[in-house]
């Protein structure tokens, strides 16, 4: 079964920096659009950023831009998300997916082919 799994997650301090990683099984990593979300408990979860797969354009939320780099080891089946100046509204559950159409939306929830589990990022102030 094909999965993707989140890892790189911790607590840092409000202007601190993490590098999220996600890494595919075989067949996982989309040969279309790769994507950032995350979710905080009570909310519902909100597109962070998406790197078309091929042509290496990136799509990001406004909350985010200038902060964060969405970017990929294609040959290792590898998505990464650099975060830096992290602010405490970055606080939430982070998971990678693979798209199947709409890279540019970044917002979209829809056309979702597979889900990681997510890893915990916890900024404090």
């Known amino acids: 079964v094909q999965r993707l799994e989140e890892s790189g997650g911790g607590s840092v301090q409000a202007g601190g920096s993490l590098k999220l990683s996600c890494t595919a099984s075989?067949?996982?990593?989309?040969?279309?659009?790769m994507a950032w979300f995350r979710q905080v408990p009570g909310k519902k979860r909100e597109g962070v950023a998406r790197?078309?797969?091929?042509?290496?354009?990136?799509y990001y939320a406004d909350s985010v831009k200038g902060r964060f780099t969405i970017s990929q080891n294609y040959a290792a089946n590898t998505l990464y998300l650099q975060m830096n100046n992290l602010k405490q509204e970055d606080t939430g559950m982070y998971y990678c997916?693979?798209?199947?159409?709409?890279?540019?939306?970044?917002?979209?929830?829809?056309?979702?082919?597979?889900w990681g589990q997510g890893t915990q990022v916890t900024v404090s102030p």
């Open positions: 075989q067949g996982a990593y989309s040969t279309y659009c």
């Open positions: 790197i078309y797969v091929n042509v290496r354009s990136t």
């Open positions: 997916a693979s798209v199947d159409t709409g890279c540019d939306r970044v917002h979209d929830l829809e056309n979702v082919e597979l």
